[in-house]
């Protein structure tokens, strides 16, 4: 009976383990998955469709350089995000509201994981990547979001300027 159970636990524990997401010391992908996801802020880019190069740096005074970016709607990004501190950073793109909500949430769970292609987790001394695709105008953000990071100020703005001729 104790067998039975234990085997039982064992082979159904991968069915209900929630889906892994990285911050810890996993190594995340540097391309985009083979599915890109479109968000309210664009949507994962290809590398060879990159039309431009922003590189950013980030601190351990918690701030990016630069922070305020403009882009053109449609315009394929390739971020290189330097890393120059000493503890862990992260460039995440999104809306302010989304951001605002998942720093809160890194607040409450500062060991919880994740990766998304629109995300760049660097360790100190290296440099990550972000390929992204701003398929729509508007505000959005950049930012920090693990535990502290983005309470003390890091964070930027992306405007992405509407195509000429696009309806306002």
Not at 12 to 39: D, F, Y
Not at 138 to 147: D, K, M, N, R, V
Request: glycine letters at 8%; one cysteine or more; hydrophobic letters at 45%.
């Amino acid at each position: 009976m104790k067998l039975t159970l234990l085997l039982t636990a064992l082979l159904t524990t991968p069915l209900i383990a929630l889906p892994a997401h990285a911050h810890g010391e996993k190594k995340h992908a540097a391309t985009a998955p083979a599915i890109a996801e479109q968000t309210a802020w664009g949507i994962a880019g290809k590398p060879a469709q990159a039309t431009r190069t922003i590189i950013l740096d980030m601190t351990d005074a918690m701030r990016f350089t630069p922070d305020t970016l403009t882009v053109k709607e449609g315009e394929t990004v390739r971020f290189i995000v330097r890393h120059t501190g000493r503890m862990k950073h992260e460039m995440v793109i999104g809306t302010p509201d989304e951001l605002a909500k998942h720093a809160a949430m890194m607040a409450r769970f500062p060991n919880m994981e994740h990766d998304e292609a629109y995300m760049a987790h660097v360790d100190p001394g290296q440099s990550g990547e972000i390929v992204w695709t701003f398929n729509r105008a508007g505000s959005f953000e950049f930012a920090c979001l693990i535990a502290g990071h983005y309470e003390a100020g890091m964070r930027g703005t992306i405007t992405v300027t509407p195509k000429q001729g696009a309806a306002k």
